[in-house]
């Protein structure tokens, strides 16, 4: 299975400030179409997760453009330009190149 | 929109089957792929299985085996066994969609709608 590694392991933040995640996968999640198989979610506090960034870049439907995914072959990035306090919550990245869908151990974002 | 909502074993006994049902709404169960993930207590999350459309499905190997997925399309439920449980199975499960990737020229997938998980307890 591709291992999927995150970092920080928790981040804290001032409101307004910006924030990075990285995610580093085992094998290259480059796919022979040219795009990379690399999902992002947030699961809030009490919630389920949700979807925000799909094939490393693409945002999903309805997430503010302060997310935006970036990367290619093993080496992702999440970044919030401008942390709200409704960001908080654990962040996992997920590969869907290969066999059974793989996450990141998550990296918890809270505000200071 | 498309809502779902598992059901809730509860408490299942070490070697015991458990057994799972999602209720879906808001879109037709044919012609969608869904999914059954689980989170462990110390919040990792693991892909269990998928289906399509009743003919296709596919299972985390790790789960050897122990895995099997079932739909009802007339009740729009579909449904996960899990057999010989240990502890090790603890965690909450959730079901999911995996919907298609919109304005792009290949078929991509991803987890777009979640139900709200439910714990599972795997104790004598």
């Known amino acids: 299975d591709i291992v999927m590694t995150q970092s920080p392991l928790s981040l804290s933040v001032t409101p307004g400030e910006p924030a990075s995640i990285s995610c580093t996968s085992s094998q290259s999640l480059l796919h022979s179409n040219g795009h990379n198989y690399l999902d992002w979610y947030l699961q809030k506090p009490g919630q389920s997760p949700q979807v925000l960034i799909y094939l490393g870049s693409k945002r999903a439907s309805g997430v503010p453009d302060r997310f935006s995914g970036s990367g290619s072959g093993t080496d992702f990035t999440l970044k919030i330009s401008r942390v709200e306090a409704e960001d908080v919550g654990v962040y996992y990245c997920?590969?869907?190149?290969?066999?059974?869908?793989?996450f990141g151990g998550g990296t918890k974002v809270d505000i200071k | 929109q498309v809502q779902l909502q598992e059901s809730d074993p509860g408490l299942v006994k070490p070697s015991e089957t458990l057994s799972l049902t999602c209720s879906v709404s808001g879109a037709s169960i044919r012609g969608h792929y869904w999914s059954w993930i689980r989170q462990f207590p110390g919040r990792g999350l693991e892909w269990v299985a998928y289906?399509?459309?009743?003919?296709?499905?596919n299972y985390n190997p790790s789960l050897k085996s122990r895995a099997t997925m079932s739909v009802d399309t007339s009740k729009q439920q579909f449904s996960l066994r899990l057999s010989s449980v240990t502890a090790a199975d603890t965690a909450v499960y959730y079901c999911?969609?995996?919907?298609?990737?919109?304005?792009?020229?290949?078929?991509?997938?991803?987890?777009?709608?979640w139900g709200r998980g439910t714990l599972v307890t795997v104790s004598s």
């Open positions: 997920m590969q869907a190149l290969q066999g059974p869908r793989t």
């Open positions: 999911a969609r995996l919907g298609k990737a919109d304005y792009i020229s290949f078929d991509y997938y991803y987890f777009d709608f």
């Open positions: 289906f399509y459309n009743s003919v296709t499905t």
